[in-house]
């Protein structure tokens, strides 16, 4: 089972080889808003930029700001050191006022020869949705013309059932991390779903579906030390460091509720459905991020999972000067409190260089709650 | 010491919050203008402002909380008050010492990291020196931040909420899409308050925005020709109060005006021109006294499209739609409406002020760096926070200050 599952961890640690060597558009996507099914449609491979090799900013601090998010700080970075000069494009998304600098900071200083950028609504209701669709439409003409090309209703179809495939093996894997003796660790999760976005959706689905399989088959693992389970949410997070901290203190972290965790793959897009319909409901009905103005849905999203996984204690991890889980964080604060949840707050960078008190900080916390 | 209001804010009853406001007012306030330096329109904006407040705390009164640059005229064709969340806490900021605040802020959670704008409100709410709002009503503008702070509200005094969410991108599309929101906004105020929506009187509040509007882009004009000492910073405060619509306002640009046109026909000095970007602080702050003394500083949030544009009496919620759309920081928009400024008004150099946390300013500022050097024009920028102390210090802005005044 090793094998499989280091194979697919390896598929996002490769992304950048693996997506050179493709022979078709590549597009890249920073927000999960982002509608990867038009785009793999039209017959582009989409990836996510992750930021993981943008480490030194100051290029990207002089265009926007070193007081900045520092996963857009990242991004831009990589941006700017041509990673991804071998592709097409990115798209954007107004996910957030720093992504919409962003934006236009890539597409004013960096040469592409497409981008395109989704007005994203902050509140769901039927106006929100039909803006959002009218939206997609736009991309799907935009994509034509560019690569002069037709998005047929039945290339919708067939995408949509790619990557609805990708998201039920992945929920199929978080599920197991519901037992009480999870096969998956906490840094296997979120490598696993990083893959998932690195480009090569086909072989990930085949991996997944081999990987699944064994764990079936493998023995169920049993003990007499049930762990504290512990969930992250907040902004984007991918920091292997902290998740080794929390799991040499003895807890496992079972769930993320984050855009690299089950906010990316949570859901299903109805297949019998319009396809530009479907994909529009489907991203606008899983919004429980940050971005949006209700807080309470976010957080009662957070609340089923916590009950689902079983949670005993919440990290909140918040990007330093990402706004708006800043702005959210009294709120859940609150609510889980209410709640009888502990939760700890943690405010870092993406490539972090303050681990060492954050570590204390996660320490002291779950060995207090555990001990 | 500002405390966190120990009732149920939910039901607490407006005298209590005016008691609470006039508390932490009286207790601080040390700060007096020089009355005899003011304009007849700073004094009577003044007035108006107080009455505004006190209107808002009486128990009868309706109160919309709202943001930066929202539709005020919507609230007004309700006779409801619009309470501004951000411009009211930078009026206590002026009065009070907002340390306390900040502290109550970060007591509740909040980081310190948050723009000190949003940080001030929040805490204000939490003081319960705000009147309790019969319904919030929020935009995205300038910021996402001011649309969860909003939302915040909304959940603090249990009242009913409507966000408006406005376009980046100016077209048929968006302008459709923001007018339908505005429409869908109506009748929810209609259905929460049990009122209904005036279309008289929207109409009259409508050829008032204009009628005031029209006084304010003359007195702007005078600013392309002459020095007129302070009218820049009262037409920022007109903007800031963002009450286009009142007849109180009408008669505000109209006394501004007749005052920058008297002023001006006497003015006989001139300074050299900068173009202020980013928030401003208050009139009397120390950065902006330091400059005053030898610049005549433009602030570019009087001269931006979304200003200086008139209601279409004709189709106002759709002229209102666009206007909306306008105020957005886009980064070509805001490039062009530079430029333009800086040809029209004479500008010699420009001042970047960055607020700490102020995150669209940090990214937009680049822009405005390509206009100063496509137009040769020297440039400043500062790091500042105009409410938290604990963000700047004077003595660091103020060398940069003075190598920028040598330079220019």
């Known amino acids: 089972m090793r094998d499989i599952l280091e194979s697919i961890v390896n598929m996002n640690e490769d992304r950048i080889n693996s997506l050179k060597r493709i022979n078709k558009p590549r597009m890249g996507w920073i927000s999960i808003y982002t509608p990867e099914e038009i785009l793999y449609a039209a017959g582009i491979t989409t990836f996510r930029i992750t930021g993981e090799r943008g480490i030194n900013t100051t290029d990207a601090n002089a265009l926007l700001s070193n007081n900045y998010c520092s996963y857009v700080l990242s991004c831009l970075s990589e941006g700017i050191d041509g990673v991804y000069d071998f592709a097409e494009g990115v798209i954007f998304v107004d996910a957030c006022d720093m992504r919409k600098r962003l934006y236009e900071a890539w597409t004013r200083n960096l040469k592409l020869n497409y981008s395109f950028f989704i007005e994203l609504p902050r509140d769901i209701n039927k106006l929100s949705r039909e803006y959002y669709k009218l939206q997609l439409h736009n991309l799907r003409k935009s994509l034509e013309t560019h690569f002069d090309l037709k998005i047929s209703e039945e290339n919708l179809s067939d995408a949509i059932k790619t990557f609805n495939k990708s998201r039920k093996l992945l929920q199929q894997m978080y599920e197991l991390r519901k037992s009480d003796f999870p096969l998956i660790s906490g840094n296997d999760a979120i490598n696993i779903v990083k893959a998932s976005t690195c480009g090569l959706r086909e072989e990930f689905n085949e991996k997944m579906d081999i990987l699944l399989k064994k764990i079936e088959d493998a023995q169920i693992r049993t003990g007499k030390l049930k762990k504290h389970r512990v969930m992250m949410c907040g902004s984007y997070f991918d920091n292997s460091d902290i998740i080794d901290v929390i799991e040499k203190t003895g807890a496992i972290l079972v769930c993320e509720d984050i855009s690299n965790g089950i906010k990316y793959f949570e859901g299903q897009i109805n297949e019998n459905n319009e396809p530009i319909d479907a994909i529009a409901d489907y991203y606008l009905d899983k919004a429980t991020c940050a971005r949006m103005l209700d807080i309470n849905k976010r957080f009662e999203h957070l609340y089923k999972l916590i009950q689902e996984y079983n949670v005993d204690s919440v990290i909140y991890f918040s990007l330093k000067f990402c706004d708006t889980n800043l702005m959210d964080y009294p709120i859940i604060r609150k609510k889980l409190n209410e709640k009888g949840i502990p939760v700890l707050f943690i405010e870092g960078e993406q490539h972090m260089t303050n681990i060492e008190s954050i570590k204390t900080r996660i320490q002291t916390f779950l060995e207090t709650r555990m001990y | ?408």
């Open chain 2, 1 to 408: 010491m500002i405390v966190m209001a120990k009732s149920n804010i939910k039901n607490d009853i407006r005298l209590e919050q005016y008691k609470n406001m006039l508390n932490v007012i009286n207790r601080h306030n040390h700060i007096q203008e020089e009355v005899s330096n003011t304009l007849k329109a700073t004094r009577m904006r003044s007035i108006i402002n107080s009455y505004r407040l006190v209107e808002a705390y009486k128990a009868d009164s309706k109160v919309a909380y709202v943001g930066e640059q929202f539709p005020t005229e919507i609230v007004y064709a309700f006779n409801m008050q619009a309470w501004n969340i951000e411009s009211m806490a930078i009026l206590f900021a002026q009065s009070v010492n907002i340390e306390d605040f900040f502290q109550l802020s970060e007591e509740n959670f909040l980081s310190r990291d948050i723009c000190s704008f949003l940080r001030a409100p929040f805490a204000t709410m939490h003081a319960n020196c705000y009147p309790r709002p019969n319904i919030v009503l929020s935009n995205d503008q300038p910021c996402d931040c001011l649309a969860k702070l909003g939302y915040i509200a909304s959940q603090l005094y249990n009242s009913p909420y409507f966000s408006l969410n406005t376009p980046n991108e100016i077209n048929g599309e968006s302008i459709n899409y923001l007018v339908a929101q505005i429409n869908k906004m109506i009748l929810k105020i209609e259905k929460e308050l049990s009122c209904s929506f005036d279309e008289n009187n929207f109409k009259k509040i409508v050829e008032y925005s204009n009628e005031a509007k029209e006084y304010y882009c003359k007195t702007t004009e005078i600013l392309k020709k002459s020095y007129v000492p302070r009218v820049s910073r009262e037409l920022l405060e007109i903007f800031g109060l963002n009450a286009f619509g009142l007849k109180e306002t009408v008669s505000l640009c109209k006394v501004l005006y007749e005052e920058a046109l008297e002023i001006s026909q006497k003015q006989n000095t001139k300074k050299k021109r900068v173009l202020w970007m980013g928030q401003a602080p208050e009139g009397f702050h120390e950065i902006i006294k330091y400059l005053e003394r030898e610049l005549d500083i433009i602030f570019s949030a009087i001269l931006w499209d979304g200003t200086l544009m008139s209601l279409d009496i004709e189709n106002p919620i759709h002229s209102i739609a666009k206007r909306a759309i306008l105020f957005h920081w886009h980064s070509d928009r805001m490039k062009e409406n530079t430029a333009m400024v800086c040809d029209e008004f004479g500008i010699e150099a420009i001042i970047i002020a960055n607020v700490w946390g102020c995150r669209n300013m940090l990214g937009i500022r680049s822009v405005i760096k390509e206009v100063a050097e496509e137009k040769n024009l020297k440039y400043l920028t500062i790091n500042l926070d105009v409410m938290d102390r604990n963000n700047y210090a004077f003595n660091q802005v103020k060398n940069r200050l003075d190598a920028f005044l040598e330079i220019i």
